[in-house]
């Protein structure tokens, strides 16, 4: 059995659970960082190997999390193989808990299956590995940790139980932030005493669901004027029950995973006064100038009338096609699909002397490669389109001639 490394509780500290702004933290770096990723954290996460686990991890590494730092800790007695199967082929390491032989061994197996996990964790760490992120499950991982690892590391921690909550009322709390994600007693206590810019609600939570947490967050709120904005998730969902959650006073309702895009398309949405510093700074955006078709441009480079009808004839069924493409990725947040097209069709119109089209292309590219999905992304795509529109009814028009 693993304990060579010394408990880290000594270095645990009494007080009471008190308010920790991490997620908010959290989120001004994604607003203020134009790349961000998980790239250099590793990520130690205990629970059951359920199909969330499963959606979880895909949206970790979605965001720039590498396999090789997830290391996954399955409890063995709602272990299903093909979920583990699932976890694994991610390239993930995975560690299936020790199966539970006696009355009242769970402690000790558990606790020597976690020493393990921390053991395969300092052995297979990644050089480029600055931070630790703990999702929990009763606590344990949280207080094991080994003490090499919490003085080199920057660590924090996310415990979703109540009883990994009691665990810390008695042995004090980690020298480190801890989240609590465990119930919606806790979530509306915190949000009685803090004004939160954005909540993101779990329809299925443990003691009170999503919905009804919802509706008392907004009877809380019913004489303000600024109500904060409340987006449910879901791992599917009816038309009924979306229903039943906007009737409660939801902002909107997406599915699980947690895409990147579809995130930071809710904070650009959803928290505009957060995105003011991060806006400032992003690229001027200069209107669109010029004719639709410059003709005169388009014969001195291609000459020859039927090759330039021939060129208009593709670039119209270029933007046909895309044009019922777009908005699709729209509604998806695929921005970085919605950006190779713009750079696609800038090649086209300048070819034939699409001008305006050419400038709307240019500027969505260059936004979404400098600055990411945030910020003036909506106004661009608007352009855009409204440029793809009028150069399909000019090219038209050139045809009919």
């Known amino acids: 059995m693993y304990v060579n490394y010394p408990l880290s509780q000594k270095f645990f500290i009494k007080p009471s659970l008190t308010y920790l702004p991490i997620l908010e933290k959290l989120i001004h770096q994604v607003l203020m960082k134009k790349q961000f990723s998980l790239r250099d954290i590793a990520i130690v996460y205990v629970h059951h190997p359920l199909k969330t686990s499963v959606n979880l991890i895909d949206s970790m590494i979605r965001l720039g999390g590498i396999p090789k730092n997830i290391f ?22 995975y560690q299936p808990c020790s199966a539970q032989i006696g009355l009242g061994q769970y402690n000790l197996s558990f606790t020597r299956d976690i020493n393990l996990l921390w053991k395969k964790v300092s052995d297979n760490l990644g050089k480029d590995v ?11 991982a949280t ?8 003085k080199q590391y920057k660590v924090i921690a ?65 004489q303000q004027t600024d109500t904060t904005p409340i987006i449910g998730l879901t791992a599917h969902i009816d038309l009924e029950n979306r229903q039943r959650c906007l009737d409660a006073g939801m902002n909107t309702v997406i599915t699980k995973p947690l895409k990147k895009e579809t995130a930071l398309e809710l904070l650009t949405t959803f928290v505009p006064d957060a995105c003011i510093n991060q806006v400032s700074s992003l690229t001027d955006i200069r209107p669109v100038t010029g004719p639709v078709l410059d003709v005169e441009a388009m014969k001195a480079l291609l000459k020859n009338e039927e090759l330039i009808k021939d060129c208009i004839h593709l670039m119209m069924i270029g933007l046909k096609k895309d044009l019922i493409e777009l908005p699709r990725l729209h509604q998806s947040a695929n921005w970085q699909a919605i950006r190779e097209i713009a750079h696609k069709l800038q090649g086209g119109a300048s070819y034939i002397g699409a001008k305006r089209l050419e400038q709307a292309c240019k500027q969505i590219d260059d936004y979404i490669r400098e600055n990411g999905p945030i910020g003036q992304t909506n106004e661009l795509y608007r352009e855009l389109i409204k440029e793809m529109e009028a150069a399909q009814t000019v090219c038209e028009e050139y045809l009919k001639k």
């Not at 630790?132 to 606590?139: A, E, F, K, S, T």
């Not at 207080?143 to 919490?150: D, H, T, Y």
């Not at 919606?184 to 949000?191: F, N």
């Not at 004004?195 to 008392?216: E, K, N, Q, S």
């Open 72 to 93: 996954v800790l399955g409890k063995k007695y709602s272990e299903c193989d093909t979920v583990v199967q699932q976890i694994t082929r991610y390239g993930v390491h």
């Open 130 to 140: 600055q931070n630790l992120l703990i999702l929990d499950h009763g606590g344990y």
């Open 143 to 150: 207080s094991f940790i080994p003490v090499p690892l919490l």
């Open 158 to 222: 996310v415990e979703k139980t109540t009883a990994g909550l009691m665990k810390f009322k008695d042995q004090g709390l980690p020298p480190f932030p801890l989240i609590s994600v465990a119930d919606a007693k806790t979530a509306l206590s915190l949000i009685q005493e803090k004004d939160y810019h954005l909540i993101l609600m779990d329809i299925g939570l443990p003691d009170m669901d999503g919905i009804a947490l919802t509706h008392r967050i907004r009877l809380q709120q019913w």
